[in-house]
């Protein structure tokens, strides 16, 4: 129903920055909640950043907070991260998804399409 595809990892330097992207077909993008995961090797997957239907609210973990930007354009159908001041540890695959309702938006479970990944790669 939702097919979600991200965009715009790669490697850098610490400190520095990236921005994600998130291009969505199928269902209108604007009826879903949308989040950011990540998981680094060997770890469970983490909450990094959601946005609600309208973009109004966000949330992010505190790991990333002040740090990355979620937003949304709903007229092109993208979600994006922007990753400012990036250090070793936010090395990680990068998930965007689609959420089943604007409730529980930092648990994965609350999800219910997701994309492909997107390889970020941060080195001191």
């Known amino acids: 129903q939702v097919q979600l595809v991200e965009s715009g990892g790669g490697l850098v330097q610490a400190g520095g920055s990236l921005r994600l992207s998130c291009a969505s077909s199928g269902r209108t993008f604007s009826s879903y909640p949308m989040g950011w995961f990540r998981q680094a090797p060997g770890k469970e997957r983490e909450f990094v950043a959601a946005?609600?239907?309208?973009?109004?609210?966000?949330f992010y973990a505190d790991s990333v907070k002040g740090r990355f930007t979620i937003s949304r354009d709903n007229a092109k159908n993208t979600v994006y991260l922007q990753m400012n001041s990036l250090k070793p540890e936010d090395t990680a695959v990068y998930y965007c998804?689609?959420?089943?309702?604007?409730?529980?938006?930092?648990?994965?479970?609350?999800?219910?399409?997701w994309g492909q990944g997107t390889q970020v790669i941060v080195s001191s």
């Open positions: 946005i609600t239907w309208s973009g109004g609210r966000t």
């Open positions: 998804a689609a959420a089943r309702s604007p409730n529980g938006l930092t648990s994965g479970t609350s999800y219910g399409a």
